[in-house]
Structures are given as C-alpha cells and as structure tokens.
C-alpha cells in the first residue's frame, strides 16, 4: 500500500464535513490556548516570585540574595546566648567572596530580637541588623513597585540616620511612633546581661504580611553589635550579576569559604534551599497545572471521539468497499491515526496563533489581581508568552486527538464486508 496516497487521503477525508471538522479543529485549538495561557501565568508567577525571594523575601525575613552563608553550627545546635555561633572576622570573609568574578556584592545581616520602648510602652520586636546601602541595591530592580519605592526610601532614610531603625507598619501603631520619633532598644548582650541604646524612627513599611508588620524592626548592623556588644554577624547574603551562573559560582564560593577552616567552619546554601514559601507555590501550581491538563486532555479527546464516530457511522459502506477491493484493517486503522494525527497539528498551530492573542489583550489590560492570601500588596496580572511548555502541551494534544481516533477502530475491526456494503 503506498504511504504518501493513504496519508493524501487521510487528509482530504478532514473536508468531507467541514463544518465538524472546524468545531473539533476550534475546541481542541482552545483548549491548547488555555492550557498555554495557564503555563504562561504559571511562569509570570513564579518567575515573579523567584525575584520577590531573592530581592526582598516574604516574612520580613530580606531577600535571600542568590546564597546565604552561615556557620555550620547555627544551623545544627541552638544558640545559648545571641551570636553564639556567628561569623567571625565577617568583612576579610565579605571581600574574598566579592572578588570572585560574576559576584555583584555580599553583605552582612544579624538577627536579634528585643524590646522597643517609647517610655511609657514596651513591645516585642523581631529585628535584623543590615547595610541600608546594599539592601537597597539588592531591591532595586524591583522599586518600579509602589511599595518597593516606599521601602527603598525608608532603606535611603535610614542610610541617613545613624542610629535609625525601620518599623513595621503594625509595630508603628502599637508605639504610636512616626518618622523622627525617638524609641529606645532593650536586648540581652552576649553576656547575659541588659542592653539599651537610643534610636529614631527613619521609616515605616509594610512587609505585606500583617502578622510580620506587627514586629518587623531594621537598623544598622554597628547599633546592633553595640546593643549586644559583638563584633559577629549571624550571615552574609552573596548577590550575583545574574542568577544562571549559580551553578558555575557556587563551587567558587565553597573553595574560598573552606579556607577559613579550621578557625570556623562556614556553610554555603543556595537561595532555593531558603525559600519555603516559593516552593509551597510552586507545588500548589503544579497540581493545578495538572488537574487543568487532565479536563482540558478530556474534553479534547471527547470532542475528537465524537468527530472520529460520527465520521465512521458515515463511511461504512466506506470501509466495506475498502476492505473488498483487499485493503486490510490495519491500513484503514492506519487512515483513522492520521486523521486525528492531522486534527492535532491543525489544533496546535491555531492554537498558538489564540494564545498569542489572547496574552496580548491580558497583558495590554493592566488588570490589577488581589493580594494572595496572607498578604497586603496587589499586583498586576500578566501572561509570559513562553515557550517553556508548550511543547509538552502540544504533545499531548496530538497526542489526544492521535490516540482518541483508536477509539473508533474497535468499530471498524467488528464490522464484515457484507454487513458494510448493505449499512443503510
């Protein structure tokens, strides 16, 4: 049987009813675009939170910057008293790891908690000692934001103030506090003993998470180490000119932390490793995509099914004058296979020109989203027209309308040559 005539005739048979062939065509095409729109929100997404987790963090915790690098054995014992198990000697460890080439800047970070007090009210805070200069270099590709802008200001402010600090918006309230008020820090030294110092209010933000504006406190790390008097850091967050080349650096950065040991022994662990948060999003998104996948894997095969019966139910007579002039079954199953085959590739193509069109209008709207859960900061929904997925997402609906037309070959093997020619 010659190859190139089945498949010419396996293609004409499409525009025998054009009509159900368009229909199919449309709703399998529309369901390729929705799965592609959906994947490509699903990229906007998580690419947006990639940069929100590397840059400025959930939780008030800062961004992670690419790696974070403590001393091993913070992440392994508990901490008797604050900086137990801090860097040492953190700068000649900061300036070795900024040499190395595709390194932006590092920076030192300490985590500390306490009481603020106006004097006539104390309240708990969770606070972290920073570099107002480098945080802010480290969200400003993100300050295009109303509310980064906000918070690049406060980071400005307090670069300005020496003994400033940043208050979390619920933290404000509850002290009554406002820009060039005076507070003072209550903490516990490394000594066990207690520790004040003087500070002013050099802003107010919003982490957008109302539970963390409630306790949320910024200030420089030198008012920090006066306040429980030590010259460590609880970690350095090390910045790369671009996030692909963590795996090339990463190997770099453990050569030269390693040389510090044995006078400490330092841990090198990647921004991913850091971002519980991200992850919890990424799985939910995955079995979204996936449950999305198998309606739409559904629809597309019972509208191909339907078109693939009716179409057999019309050429019995057909096939019996096939199957009488000696064409076996496996070459007009074979028809059957290209038929659904070409209705695939048709879908595809018509759906990539749908997605396309439907991603312009979305991201031309400026359509403003809710806050997700637990948060306070909306933002504007987009659709990345990637192409990430859309391979997987074209196989399976050729795969669908290829696969669905073997529904139909059960039909077409019970069916006799006699039976065939006298079908009415």
């Known amino acids: 049987m010659n190859i190139l005539k089945l498949i010419k005739f396996s293609f004409r048979n499409l525009f025998r009813n054009r009509r159900r062939t368009l229909i199919t065509l449309l709703v399998t095409a529309s369901g390729f675009a929705a799965l592609a729109l959906v994947s490509g929100y699903i ?8 940069a929100l987790t590397i840059r400025n963090g ?3 915790s800062g961004g992670t910057g690419h790696m974070q690098i403590f001393n091993q054995h913070s992440l392994e014992e508990e901490e008797l008293y604050p900086l137990q198990f801090g860097i040492n000697d953190h700068k000649a460890v900061e300036q070795d790891i900024a040499d190395i080439d595709g390194v932006s800047f590092v920076m030192s970070r300490i985590d500390f908690s306490g009481l603020i007090s106006t004097g006539e009210k104390s309240v708990s805070f969770l606070g972290m000692g920073i570099d ?3 945080e802010a270099d480290l969200l400003s590709p993100l300050v295009k934001h109303k509310s980064m802008e906000f918070e690049n200001e406060a980071l400005f402010n307090l670069k300005k103030t020496p003994n400033g ?11 009554r506090a406002d820009i060039g008020s005076y507070l003072m820090l209550i903490s516990t030294t490394v000594d ?3 520790n004040a110092v003087d500070v002013s209010v050099a802003g107010v933000i919003s982490t957008g998470l109302k539970t963390v504006d409630r306790y949320y406190l910024l200030t420089h790390i030198p008012t920090v180490q006066r306040l429980i008097q030590t010259d460590r850091v609880s970690k350095l967050v090390v910045v790369l000119d671009e996030t692909e080349d963590l795996p090339i650096i990463k190997p770099k950065v453990l050569e030269t932390v390693n040389k510090y040991v044995p006078s400490q022994t330092l841990a090198v662990i990647e921004w991913q490793d850091l971002a519980g948060y991200y992850h919890s999003i990424l799985d939910l998104y995955n079995i979204i995509f996936n449950f999305l996948g198998f309606i739409v894997v559904i629809i597309v095969m019972l509208s191909c099914v339907n078109t693939m019966l009716m179409a057999t139910m019309e050429r019995i007579k057909e096939i019996g004058t096939l199957k009488a002039i000696g064409i076996s079954g496996r070459w007009i199953t074979f028809v059957f296979l290209l038929e659904g085959l070409f209705i695939g590739i048709g879908s595809v193509f018509i759906g990539l020109v749908l997605h396309y069109v439907a991603a312009f209008i979305i991201n031309s709207s400026m359509i403003t989203m809710p806050p997700p859960p637990g948060m306070n900061i909306s933002y504007t929904l987009e659709v990345y027209a990637t192409t990430r997925y859309l391979p997987l997402i074209a196989l399976l609906i ?5 696969f669905s037309s073997m529904l139909t070959l059960r039909k077409v093997r019970k069916i006799s040559i006699v039976d065939a020619l006298n079908y009415v």
């Open 58 to 60: 959930f939780t008030g």
């Open 165 to 175: 600090v940043i208050l979390g918006k619920g933290l404000a309230s509850s002290l």
């Open 398 to 402: 050729i795969s669908s309308t290829t």
């Open 132 to 134: 107002p200069e480098k």
């Open 43 to 50: 990229s906007f997404t998580l690419h947006g939170l990639q």
């Open 192 to 194: 066990g003993a207690v």
